[in-house]
């Protein structure tokens, strides 16, 4: 068991918040010990100044205050960004309040008149629940920082070869070309290239080649001259001029025209150009990186792209893969987007249920980390709790989860099929998250008759729930 003293650094702050001097006398009577503080308030005013002042661990809060309800001042300290843990307190419980209260954030509800040691027992596990949740929080983002290369996330072997690959082309001023899917990261590679590079100080310039229409593509490239054709109303520098000295990016290069292909294979081979409408040879020093979702090989066979530009492309290749190949990384990307959203839209920081992470790492995840990425932000908006349960994703998303997007044939030989398309390293951790929540939910939670089923201590299955970032409210 935890102790509050030792997870707190100091004695934890108890705020009892009740209208009747007599009840908050027989509550602080009940907790006062060395371990804690106890702290009053009989209405919500005074309540609010003292968590500001004071900031409580644990408040234990009347519903019905001569201000206001308890619950209107639970809404606003779930708004906080490290919220203390609440335990709802009235005299005239009833289901419906209990479930109003449990949906609006509170650790546990208890109804006048209770049991002392009941009340000392609900306080303890809410502190020890805080411990616990500030000691994830706290190695959520100790396995953050060390999962993050850049901006780019990932411990899996495959996204480690990428991290390897990137760190040794990064100082080198070979043209490099990245492959992969849609929504896989591929600005973000060649960004974390160029922040690597010794071109880092210079300007780093995307373009997106599919993004624009083809009579437009050469004007954003090379720029163009007053009056070069119709609308250009004056001189317009183009993508290689803006990139000079640092890195031009080019992202679904297939989709250049050949003639373009041509124009883009000659700044590469001597390092100039002419602007559109103008007879002015210009000098650029530039790194080149492309991007593609497509084979190129094919595109050359189609006579769609020029095997010259290929080659000069393609020094380096660098292939990214799909989420599906490397679903170790997925709750990682979870956590770390749920944070980033929570802070993005002010709201209280929502992390995923255990369950709930389990099916998404099941899920093939088309779009990969863009989808995910769209997916959680949906999700922190949408979400009516901090924890967003399996039941709060998106119903179109579940129907993809099921057991029908695998082939007719038995349970069993979907599974191995499933499993199969990814790496060992993957394919294990993907079986531990499910074989240990399926348990879990098998004894509803309970982490010692868990492990007992299991064969295994309860301190070694603590340790595998956080190993794979599964996070629940369990019980001893």
């Known amino acids: 068991m935890l102790s509050t003293d030792r997870d707190f650094g100091h004695k934890s702050k108890i705020l009892v918040v009740d209208d009747e001097e007599a009840a908050r006398y027989g509550m602080r009577k009940a907790l006062l010990s060395r371990d804690h503080i106890i702290l009053e308030a009989r209405d919500i005013a005074t309540a609010t100044r003292t ?26 300290l779930n708004d906080l960004a490290d919220p203390p843990v609440v335990i709802m307190i009235t005299a005239y419980g009833s289901l419906h309040v209990a479930i109003d209260a449990i949906k609006g954030g509170a650790y ?12 000392r027992k609900q306080v303890y596990n809410a ?15 100790q396995l953050i920082a060390q999962d993050k290369y850049g901006e780019l996330i990932g411990h ?8 390897e690959l990137i760190d040794k082309v990064a100082a080198t001023e070979v043209t490099l070309l990245i492959t992969g899917e849609s929504g896989t990261g591929k600005d973000l590679v060649a960004r974390e290239i160029h922040r690597r590079s010794a071109r880092a100080d210079a300007p780093f310039v995307a373009m997106n080649c599919a993004a624009l229409p083809e009579n437009l593509i050469e004007s954003e490239l090379f720029g163009h001259e007053k009056g070069a054709f119709t609308g250009a109303a004056a001189q317009r520098k183009g993508k290689f001029e803006a990139a000079d000295t640092g890195t031009l990016f080019l992202d679904e290069i297939a989709d250049m025209t050949p003639m373009t292909q041509a124009k883009v294979l000659r700044v590469i081979e001597q390092r100039e150009f002419e602007r559109l409408g103008g007879n002015k040879t210009l000098s650029v020093d530039v790194r080149l990186i492309s991007a593609t979702n497509k084979d190129l090989s094919a595109e050359i066979q189609k006579g769609l792209f020029r095997e010259d530009l290929f080659y000069r492309l393609q020094v380096v290749s660098l292939p990214l893969p799909p989420l599906r190949q490397r679903t170790s990384d997925i709750p990682v990307l979870l956590n770390y987007y749920c944070e980033k959203f929570s802070t993005k839209h002010n709201m209280p920081l929502r992390e995923f249920a255990a369950d709930a992470v389990a099916r998404l790492c099941q899920y093939g995840w088309p779009g990969n980390v863009r ?5 959680v932000e949906r999700c922190v908006i949408l979400s009516p709790s901090a924890t967003i349960e399996l039941q709060h994703l998106p119903k179109d998303l579940l ?33 531990e998250r499910e074989y240990l929540t399926a348990i879990l939910e098998d004894h509803a939670g309970n982490l010692s008759r868990a492990a007992e089923a299991m064969g295994i201590h309860r301190q070694t299955l ?12 369990w019980t001893e």
């Open 127 to 141: 502190l020890e629940n805080l411990s616990l949740r500030r000691e994830n929080r706290r190695l959520k983002d």
């Open 51 to 76: 968590i500001q002042l004071e900031k409580p661990h644990l408040i234990l809060l009347d519903i019905n205050l001569p201000d206001g309800s308890g619950l209107d001042l639970l809404k606003q």
């Open 156 to 163: 899996s072997p495959p996204m480690q070869s990428v991290f």
């Open 371 to 375: 989808e995910l990425r769209n997916f």
């Open 399 to 431: 129907s993809a989860l099921s057991y029908s997007q695998f082939p007719a044939k038995s349970l069993l030989e979907e599974k191995l099929q499933y499993y199969k398309q990814m790496r060992y390293d993957d394919a294990k951790s993907a079986f």
């Open 108 to 119: 546990y509800y208890l109804s006048k008149p209770f049991e002392v040691e009941d009340l």
């Open 462 to 473: 603590q340790y595998k729930l956080k190993q794979l970032g599964i996070k629940r409210k």
